[in-house]
């Protein structure tokens, strides 16, 4: 098993920053790749950005190059949102992919964009 918890959510103007951060304990060495989804109210939920245990990093269209995923450190992946737009409101989710592809999610973090 693994859980994931995400911090770093909030209310920000258009322009503005955030960095969302999710940590992972359990069975973290199972963990073949990392990222960040969100769902906006009345949408499905969208892949973000991935990085996998190689630190390939996939960044989806819409980010644009606005938004960037790192991993600090063993436990940590890191989601900086950068330029945001109000469309970009949405519940971010952190997940994870297992080796033998068993999926994870955290509980989600509200980042809310306003015009």
């Known amino acids: 098993q693994v859980q994931l918890v995400e911090s770093g959510g909030g209310l920000v103007q258009a322009g503005g920053s955030l960095k969302l951060s999710c940590t992972a304990s359990?069975?973290?060495?199972?963990?073949?790749?990392r990222g960040w989804y969100r769902q906006a109210p009345g949408k499905q939920r969208d892949l973000v950005a991935n990085i996998d245990n190689t630190g390939r990093t996939n960044c989806v269209h819409f980010a644009g190059g606005r938004f960037v995923i790192s991993r600090d450190n063993a436990n940590t992946v890191s989601l900086q949102l950068n330029s945001l737009e109000p469309e970009d409101t949405a519940v971010y989710y952190c997940?994870?992919?297992?080796?033998?592809?068993?999926?994870?999610w955290g509980q989600g973090t509200q980042v809310t964009v306003s015009s």
């Open positions: 997940h994870s992919i297992t080796k033998n592809f068993m999926n994870f």
């Open positions: 359990g069975r973290i060495d199972d963990i073949d790749t």
